[in-house]
């Protein structure tokens, strides 16, 4: 099953920019810390509102590192699967290295999730293989597809070294701030594209190698997916930054442009409103729409909606 239907979040405890993780995220902006950080609760508040209207399962979790600006994007330091596995993940920084918490696996078993085995990559920082959880990959869970844009948070080795031992083909691609070879690469691949059921959104125009973008449609057209494509612009505004969810039954207090259906598809508010009709009307016919308020996460910490849930496959949860 490719489409989770239940999630997990982490508080923005200590939400606020971060310099460390702002030399490769180009999205990030400076923003006054302590109005950022009760605006960021809010926002958070907002969303998981939004997931649990929409039937999702919500697990929500306190940071093991109340000091740690980006702990509400927790989708970067694990990942969890349908066969019962938690991998954490290898990180780029230090200050993101402070949220991996060594007692998820007990926090979940309480919620009536099984963890059968954990997978912990940490240790591949020591030789600078980095890959940040579902950030740097974008998996067809369905197929056994892992797409990765290759940065400084995505390294070739990495990729290849999980894809063989998760059992994933690996799909790695060049793709940049402003689509050219020179350009800065583009830190996380769940910015540049996201996989529903049915339905794929990719910026194209970020992807400079034109063998690369031909490999990507045919990929995603080969598993019957319809490919909707974003522009370089619509990128920069958090388009590609959604995710696909099923929920328990369909929300009733659903956005207008919703159409009844459990799969939704949650993106911010920026995003939605940079969407044109014909690609809202493509997505329609698969999902519904869920747009989520989220300025200043977006702003400060320069992620979206789709970086703050954690997909939750994890046997159990009953």
């Known amino acids: 099953m490719g489409t989770a239907s239940a999630v997990i979040l982490v508080r923005p405890t200590g939400f606020g920019h971060d310099p460390e993780t702002a030399a490769s995220n180009a999205f990030q ?6 109005e950022a950080g009760r605006r960021a609760a809010e926002e958070f508040d907002a969303l998981l509102d939004a997931l649990r209207h929409c039937g999702i399962r919500t697990t929500v979790l306190d940071p093991v590192d109340p000091t740690a600006p980006n702990a ?13 596995r938690l991998v954490t993940y290898p990180m780029l920084t230090p200050s993101r290295r402070r949220e991996r ?13 099984t963890v059968v085995e954990r997978i912990d990559l940490a240790a591949w920082e020591n030789d600078g293989r980095i890959l940040e959880g579902t950030g740097s990959l974008v998996l067809d869970r369905t197929h056994r597809r892992a797409f990765a844009c290759l940065s400084p948070r995505t390294t070739p080795g990495a990729v290849r070294d999980w894809c ?15 689509g050219t070879l020179t350009g800065q690469p583009v830190y996380h691949t769940n910015v540049v594209m996201s996989i529903g059921a049915r339905w794929a959104m990719l910026c194209l125009e970020a992807v400079p190698y034109p063998g690369e973008r031909a490999e990507l449609v045919q990929e995603l057209e080969a598993t019957g997916r319809q490919v909707v494509p974003i522009s370089l612009e619509q990128m920069h505004r958090y388009v590609g930054n ?31 409103e940079a969407l044109g009709p ?19 996460i977006e702003r400060a910490g320069g992620g979206s909606v789709r970086c703050m849930i954690a997909e939750n496959f994890l046997p159990g949860g009953a």
């Not at 509400?72 to 019962?84: M, R």
């Not at 063989?164 to 402003?178: C, G, L, N």
């Not at 995710?243 to 919703?258: H, K």
């Open 72 to 84: 509400v994007f927790p989708n970067n330091w694990f990942s969890t699967h349908a066969d019962g």
């Open 164 to 178: 063989e031992r998760m059992r994933y083909d690996p799909i790695a691609f060049t793709a940049t701030m402003d």
């Open 29 to 34: 902006r400076q923003m006054d810390g302590g």
């Open 278 to 296: 014909d690609q809202r009307m493509a997505l329609e016919r698969h999902a519904q729409l869920v747009p989520v308020p989220i300025p200043v």
């Open 101 to 113: 918490d060594p007692g998820l696996a007990a926090a979940l078993a309480r919620e009536g999730f």
């Open 242 to 272: 959604a995710l696909e969810l099923r929920g328990a039954a369909p929300s009733t207090v659903a956005p207008p442009t919703a159409r009844p259906t459990d799969h939704c598809i949650f993106l911010s508010q920026t995003a939605y």
